[in-house]
């Protein structure tokens, strides 16, 4: 199974657990990851044709999104992880010790995955 499909798997069982932690994790992830295929606007498109020229029909002016292979994913996952770490490490006033240990605990759901270990 995919490194994203073990991610979408995990989403609703952690929903179901209550697990905030991992929720949050996760959906930012998935959403990092839906960004990432997303195709950049075309700034021609705006200032397109006349009215009567325009595309019609449902998903006439749809753009295919890119596709993600599993090391694209991968860095993604990784690079999440690290970002969580990276925020954790600059919060170093005792007034943010509780958001450090939760930027820690959701990197470390993310790692759990990279490992190998998430959610089957």
């Known amino acids: 199974m ?7 798997q995990a ?6 657990a209550r697990d905030r ?12 990851l ?11 498109v705006a200032h397109g044709p006349a009215l009567e020229e325009s ?13 993600l292979d599993e090391r694209g994913v991968t860095d993604i996952v990784r690079a999440e992880a690290a970002e969580r770490l990276e925020a954790a490490a600059r919060l170093t006033a005792p007034a ?7 930027l820690r605990a959701e990197a470390a759901v993310l790692l759990r995955f990279l490992d190998g270990h998430g959610a089957p």
Do not use: F, K, Q
């Open 2 to 8: 995919s490194l994203r499909a073990r991610l979408r």
């Open 11 to 16: 989403l609703p069982e952690a929903m179901r």
């Open 21 to 32: 932690t991992a929720v949050s994790a996760l959906r930012t992830t998935l959403a990092a």
């Open 34 to 44: 839906d960004n990432a295929e997303a195709v950049p606007a075309d700034e021609t």
């Open 55 to 67: 595309p019609v029909g449902a998903g006439a002016t749809e753009a295919a999104r890119r596709a």
């Open 96 to 102: 943010h010790a509780d958001r450090a240990v939760r």
